[in-house]
């Protein structure tokens, strides 16, 4: 019962108050299901083109069109709890326990309580943090990684048919970022997903196609097969950077 | 004489109360407004920081002749202990919201609640702490600036302190004084202890 949605990023330029140009006649059009990787160096606009999908920057000229109507205006939170949105930090709401953060977008959309906790139970056990246990928990009691497992299913708990991921394994120990990666890909099927990352070998992971942002525009935008043969000086040195030295 | 100080405490309890109820229910929502508009913020708070600098015998002096809420009696003191207890509790607030993590608010617009959802769910329970704080120096300063009140007819505790310097009677004085003083050191107590309860709910807490 997967509803996808469909993306689209028309000529969109984000300025900041200096005039400083962040992104810059950005075209991306993402079709329902696709899995993009937004890849790019710090600073490279990458977060600023994700949170103008969900509404966070509004674009200074151009466009974003999610399913057919424009991203603005005052009906920005109802369309916001069908997108999901996966930050940088777990950001949870410290006072709620690990419950009631997965169930708040559940309440917003005034699911009925019995359908919430079903679905709450089903996926915080794929996570590997089951509701049982973890349920009353505060999330300054829990690690890293589990607080962003929470994060994670209080992102796709409601089924969005947008996931927006921000760098979210950034900050995990590697071992725990790779479990979290593959646990995340059997979790995400079907949805249409932007993830940004500045870790190619991420990437390839959790997405079909990669697009490389630099200074604020698209530098190369293909598959992950083409992408990784491609002779862009850029996409070169992410590979090369990625790379495990000879020992 | 026990009478008579339980009815000065009595009374005392009452016009702090009073002046507490609608400083905070005015504080909190002006912390608010000043948190949203920055520029009227910046205004509302020069305003009441300027109140505060008025000595209290001269805020009270200032009071008397104005009509309605002035003149001589227990509802000068009260407005007078309402202006003072406003700007602890307006800069709480707005400290206590503005000290909230930039990423715990971009959790609570991108998960799609609305703007007053955010407020009553996310961002006043996590500034709870701060407004504690700003509760707990807003009733100390009253039941301290409630006792001056005596001068302009407010009643309370104050009562017996100058009437006790005006007799040159120790015992009178110190029959106000101490109560006044217990009274601060419980309100102390009890919004410290709320203070610290909510930083350790809301985990907010070092």
Redesign the interface.
């Known amino acids: 019962m997967t509803v996808a949605s469909s993306v689209s990023i028309d000529n969109v330029t984000v300025t900041t108050p200096r005039g400083d140009a962040i992104v810059r006649g950005v075209n991306l059009r993402i079709e329902a299901g696709e899995s993009v990787a937004l890849i790019g160096r710090s600073g490279a606009g990458k977060t600023t083109i994700l949170r103008l999908l ?1 509404g ?1 920057t509004l674009p200074s000229t151009g466009r974003v069109v999610i399913d057919d109507t424009e991203l603005r205006g005052d009906d920005l ?5 069908n ?1 999901g ?1 996966i ?3 777990p ?5 709620r326990s690990v419950y009631d953060n997965v169930a ?2 559940p309440r ?1 959309l005034g699911w009925r309580e019995e359908r919430t906790r079903e679905t709450a139970d089903s996926m915080l056990a794929r996570l590997g943090i089951p509701l049982d246990r973890f349920g009353a928990r ?3 009691s829990l690690s890293g990684g589990e607080q962003q497992r929470v994060s994670i299913a ?1 992102a796709m708990i409601a089924h969005p048919a947008l996931l927006l991921c921000d760098e979210p394994f950034s900050a995990l120990d590697p071992l725990v970022r790779h479990d979290l990666q593959e646990q995340f890909v059997t979790l995400r099927t079907g949805v249409t997903m932007l993830f940004v990352t500045h870790d190619l070998a991420e990437a390839l992971r959790v997405a079909r196609r990669i697009v490389l942002i630099d200074d604020g525009e698209v530098v190369c935008d293909t598959t992950r097969e083409e992408f990784v043969r491609s002779t862009l000086p850029l996409v070169r040195q992410f590979i090369e950077a990625s790379r495990l030295p000879e020992v | 004489m026990l009478e008579e100080i339980a009815r000065a405490t009595g009374e005392h309890i009452v016009i702090v109360a009073a002046a507490m109820i609608v400083a905070t229910a005015a504080g909190i929502p002006l912390g608010i407004l000043c948190v949203r508009r920055v520029r009227l913020g910046k205004v509302t708070l020069r305003i009441i920081d300027i109140i505060q600098t008025i000595p209290s015998l001269a805020l009270f002096g200032f009071l008397i002749p104005v009509p309605y809420i002035g003149g001589i009696g227990i509802r000068t003191a009260i407005v007078a202990l309402i202006l003072y207890s406003l700007l602890p509790i307006v800069r709480n607030t707005v400290t206590g919201l503005n000290g909230i ?1 930039p ?2 608010r ?9 703007d007053r ?1 955010r407020l009553m769910n ?1 961002e006043l ?2 500034a709870l702490p701060s407004i504690f704080g700003g509760l707990r120096i807003a009733a100390v300063i009253a039941i301290g600036v409630a006792t001056i009140g005596a001068a302009v007819g407010g009643g309370g505790l104050g009562t017996l302190i100058f009437r006790g310097v005006a007799m040159v009677d120790t015992t009178r004085i110190l029959a106000g004084a101490l109560p006044a003083a217990a009274l601060a050191l419980i309100a102390d107590l009890v919004f410290g202890a709320l203070e610290r309860i909510s930083a350790r ?4 807490s070092p």
């Not at chain 1, 950001?91 to 006072?95: D, K, N, R």
């Open positions: 969900n966070l939170p109802r369309r916001r709890r997108i949105t930050l940088q930090a950001a949870l709401f410290p006072h708040t977008v917003l505060f999330p300054r209080r | 993590d990423l715990i971009d959790a609570a617009i991108v998960v799609g609640m609305t959802q996310v329970p996590l709910r809301f985990g907010t």
